[in-house]
């Protein structure tokens, strides 16, 4: 797979990122594999697994690159991936989801199509314990400018999203001080600036319901608020965006205070009491 910086074959870094999940990996690698646009290297980061991920690996030989590191969490691993990859464009895969075939191509001729264009994702079919699932109304996908939609739930999937890698240079990376959320902190950063374009046919299977699913973490508002309060510090948002901000930052503290409160958390409790009354 050689470098060629043309957008008639330009060279897509695929970042797979994952630990101890041997027992969907191959599933997600061999989705890659499958594409049929081939001008792609595949770079996985093995965060620290302590299972068979490193035979499975090893199994595909020179088909793929691997990246190991100690545990430090999904945001660095992406962030890993990214530094050690060549390519024009980056696309993200979670080890727990699959890629259907086609995926590549759509995305590489929206952005032919589409030149001024940073970012895009596809539709997406949910899968929950082995059942597909529909998302619902509040978890539709968007395209465009939907910041403020964004505040409330992450409506953008990394397993979805194909991006010119220059974008990390105008944004940053993922959030490491993050250990969930990340994604959620990441597309704010994003679409407060840049417009999140769709594609409106599904081409990757969102796994979901198994144990260790970052998603099924308790408590996740308080990492949304880490993000907002940071969005707001640092003066990325317009009037209005920040207007829109500071409601929902109120409301998330206003409710996870509650929480803290009814647990017997009280310096929890005052913490987000001090973060609401501060905007």
Known sequence: MTNNMNMNNPLVSVIIPTFNRGWVLKEAVDSVLAQDFSNFELIVVDDGSVDNSS???ASYGKKIKVVRQENRGVSSARNKGVVSSLGEFIAFLDSDDLW?????????AFFKNNPDALI?????????NGKRINPGKRNKKMSGFFFEKSLELCLVSP???????????????????LPACEDYDMWLRVNCRHP???IGSAFIVKRGGHMDQLSGMHSLDKYR???????IENKMLSKDQMESAIKVLKR????????CKKRGRTEETLK???ISERY
Not at 168 to 174: A, D, H, K, Y
Request: aromatic share 8%.
């Open 196 to 198: 999140i374009h769709l």
């Open 225 to 231: 608020i880490q993000s907002i309060v940071k969005l």
């Open 272 to 274: 987000y009491i001090e």
């Open 120 to 128: 895009c994702q596809t539709e997406e079919i949910w899968v929950k």
């Open 55 to 57: 035979e499975i690996l």
């Open 252 to 259: 998330k503290c206003r409710v996870y205070s509650q929480g």
């Open 100 to 108: 259907l075939p086609g995926k590549l191509s759509a995305q590489l």
């Open 159 to 177: 397993s979805a999203v194909m991006m010119k890698k220059k974008l990390f240079e105008i944004v940053g990376l993922f959030d490491e001080a």
